[in-house]
């Protein structure tokens, strides 16, 4: 392992065109930029590459740091306190968990003996404690911060959980399982667990779910569908409630600002941004996307752009995202 370190609108005119930033990172490794988090107290953010580890950076100085690892990564994402990053690599059977701090070696890498299926979607739970990840034999894997102790195990699905939530209290934990690429027809299932009494309480297979993710202080869900319609999901009553019809479908991320304020909704066709307490769009991004982090404040927005593979220069790299950094004053209130 090596730690390198290297010094117009969208639809409408109504809305004002926000400013973008490339991420790309600054070296020649083959290994597509496939997700993008940022931190929830700094200015840092990570860029995971699919076949060499992850590169971050650090927006207030500009520094670049690389970590090649022979496991690369697929996707990222950082503790409430910023103190670890999560990352899984998904040719390997291993869940990796870095501490900021310091980066020269790894803290834990979890791999059970059992572990069937390579790590792919991760979150971490409100207060840090566990770190869940979602792995391609259909399993949803529960683990201890910083311990790496195995403490749940889910099952259910026969293939791997696009996406991970928690709810806000730590109490449930929600999984969005696409058993069919979007393009092919996807068949979007939803499950939700209660982790105190270790059992899932809803499993939806009704309808073609494409992303969902907890509200911001509340036990309920935000879904979207392959229509476009989103709508609340109170998980234990199952009572639900349409709240708007998406402009740009189908969504392939849902994602809230840390304050709460701001959705955004990312899909092949384009990034929108919503009022998250009315639902009512701000503006959008004039690029489509599959996954969106906001900055702490709300006020930048990192997106992933979604490249076709018929495209030379990305073939030649390797790559099919592309990493960006949005300046959305334009855009919020």
């Known amino acids: 392992m090596k730690i390198?370190?290297?010094?117009?609108?969208?639809?409408?005119?109504?809305?004002?065109?926000?400013?973008?930033?490339?991420?790309?990172?600054?070296?020649?490794?083959?290994?597509?930029?496939f997700w993008v988090a940022y931190s929830p107290i700094s200015s840092l953010v990570a860029l995971p590459r699919y076949y060499n580890g992850f590169s971050l950076k650090d927006l207030d100085s500009g520094k670049w740091i690389r970590v090649e690892d022979e496991h690369g990564a697929v996707r990222a994402a950082f503790s409430?306190?910023?103190k670890y990053l999560g990352?899984?690599?998904?040719?390997?059977?291993?869940?990796q968990l870095w501490d900021i701090s310091n980066l020269k070696k790894t803290i834990k890498i979890f791999e059970t003996p059992d572990l069937k299926g390579s790590g792919h979607s991760i979150c971490f739970s409100p207060d840090g404690k566990l770190i869940a990840s979602a792995h391609t034999d259909g399993r949803v894997h529960l683990t201890e911060v910083p311990s790496g102790k195995e403490k749940l195990v889910f099952s259910?699905?026969?293939?791997?959980?696009?996406?991970?939530?928690?709810?806000s209290s730590g109490a449930y934990l929600t999984a969005l399982t696409q058993r069919r690429e979007l393009a092919k027809g996807a068949v979007g299932e939803i499950r939700v667990w209660n982790l105190q009494k270790a059992e899932e309480i809803l499993h939806l297979s009704d309808q073609n779910y494409t992303s969902t993710v907890f509200l911001p202080a509340s036990e309920n869900l935000l879904v979207a569908t392959a229509k476009g319609a989103l709508f609340k999901l109170n998980p234990n009553t199952k009572e639900s409630k349409d709240v708007a019809n998406l402009e740009v479908h189908p969504v392939e991320n849902l994602t809230f600002s840390k304050n709460g304020k701001y959705l955004s909704a990312a899909s092949e066709k384009g990034v929108v941004i919503y009022n998250a307490s009315d639902y009512k769009k701000l503006g959008a991004l004039p690029d489509n996307g599959w996954v969106t982090s906001f900055s702490p404040d709300g006020r930048e927005?990192?997106?992933?752009?979604?490249?076709?593979?018929?495209?030379?220069?990305?073939?030649?790299?390797?790559?099919?995202?592309?990493?960006?950094?949005?300046?959305?004053?334009?855009?919020l209130p």
């Open 4 to 33: 390198v370190f290297l010094v117009s609108l969208f639809a409408l005119a109504a809305f004002a065109s926000p400013e973008a930033m490339d991420l790309t990172p600054p070296d020649d490794l083959e290994g597509e930029v």
């Open 80 to 82: 409430a306190n910023g």
């Open 87 to 95: 990352v899984t690599a998904y040719y390997t059977k291993t869940v």
């Open 156 to 167: 259910g699905s026969d293939h791997y959980s696009s996406s991970l939530s928690f709810s």
């Open 301 to 331: 927005l990192l997106s992933v752009k979604m490249t076709k593979e018929d495209n030379p220069a990305y073939r030649k790299r390797q790559s099919y995202g592309h990493a960006r950094l949005w300046d959305l004053s334009a855009l």
